[in-house]
């Protein structure tokens, strides 16, 4: 199989284990603080990481760290943004600004690396786009929450650029952890201003798990490798299924109720995504990685 077709089908494995924790995060943010639960998460999900492979720290180089910090910024940054949007508005329209990254990465990619949009990605852009309003809207409503809401469109988008600019060639693990270590800072920072409420049960503690390892650890480093070969337009496309499993497992655990424009979005967007991923005879390599050594590749 080649890398190319294992990015995708690993990122798709990620969008679907994003799905599944945000519905499961649903009851369990109603026991412990937002800020709170992400410090325990991306702290617990960094130091796994650490110590099934402590030599990282060999990777460590300044220019390194300068850029895993400014992409965990960036990261953590999203989260909490999206997080006051989130208290200042509703989950629908908080899940259709946030995914507005899936537009705006391929602008980034224009305006700061000077990559190409091709015809297939803007129309791809464009069906994920409707398909998304399509899941998540029941009506549109503009406030101080969706200004947050568009800040941490902006971030996850930055965050994408970057990504796809700075993990070619670099350590891909290492790189992961100093990213993941950034954010669990960042949330520190929000969790600590009204003082800090550990998890209060088990089913708390076990969501913190599985978002820990599995939707945090695993997710960020197989998106931090698949960025390192593929161009950021094409990942953030492919993320944005987040949103479809999240309906299928909020379907299927009775949370939401199956609704045609719920299909129909859906549908669109994985239009969306083998219109982005058919192969094509003009496709060229991506600027991001262009000039970089073949054998990352």
Known sequence: MKKSSL??????TVAASWGFAFVWM???IDRQPYFDFLATRFTLAAVIMFLVRPQLVRSLKPKFLLRGIALGVA??????????????STAAITGFFTGLYIVLTPVFAWLLLKQKVSL??????????????????????????TLSLLACAVLFALHIVGLGRWSPGSDTYALTVVQLATVAVVCWIGAL????????????WNSIFFTAVFATAIAFFVQT???????ASRVAIILTSEVIFAAIFAVATGQEVLALKTILGGTLMVVAMFIVEWPSKKDQPSDVTAGLDPLVH
């Open 120 to 145: 297939k990605v803007a129309l791809s852009v464009g069906l994920a786009t409707v398909g998304l309003g399509l899941i998540t809207l029941d009506g549109l409503g503009f406030d101080l929450g």
């Open 225 to 231: 490798w698949a960025q390192s070969i593929m161009d």
């Open 26 to 28: 649903k009851d369990t």
């Open 7 to 12: 990015a995708v089908i690993a990122l798709v």
């Open 193 to 204: 201003q009204d003082g800090y409420q550990a998890p209060p049960d088990a089913d708390v």
């Open 75 to 88: 990261l953590g940054l999203g989260y909490v943004t999206q997080t006051i949007g989130l208290e200042l």
